[in-house]
């Protein structure tokens, strides 16, 4: 089992910036890639960006250019960091990990308004 707790969502206003953490714990060594996915009231649940154990990362079109995800080994987290935000963006944002099966965070929230 792998346990995943994120956390940094909030309010912003538009064009700021957010970082969010994703902490793992539990199976570790299992995760081949984690990564984040965000859900809009009323749509579906979309990918964000992730990225593998060999550190390649891949990114929706939407976020190339704005969203930068990055990990630490050695804290077994995952960061995105968030700029150039806009209302567009807001959404509850789910930690995910790739292990023996996909192991989910609780979400976060994130709401960009001024």
């Known amino acids: 089992q792998v346990q995943l707790v994120e956390s940094g969502g909030g309010l912003v206003q538009p064009g700021g910036s957010l970082r969010l953490s994703c902490a793992a714990s539990?199976?570790?060594?299992?995760?081949?890639?984690m990564g984040w996915y965000r859900q809009a009231p009323g749509k579906q649940r979309d990918l964000v960006a992730a990225?593998?154990?060999?550190?390649?990362?891949n990114y929706a079109d939407s976020m190339k250019g704005r969203f930068t995800i990055s990990r630490d080994n050695a804290k077994n987290t995952v960061y995105l960091q968030m700029n150039s935000l806009k209302p567009e963006d807001t959404a509850v944002y789910y930690c995910?990990?790739?292990?023996?099966?996909?192991?989910w965070g609780q979400g976060t929230q994130v709401t960009v308004s001024s």
């Open positions: 539990g199976s570790i060594s299992s995760i081949t890639a």
């Open positions: 990225i593998t154990s060999g550190g390649r990362t």
């Open positions: 995910y990990a790739v292990g023996y099966m996909m192991y």
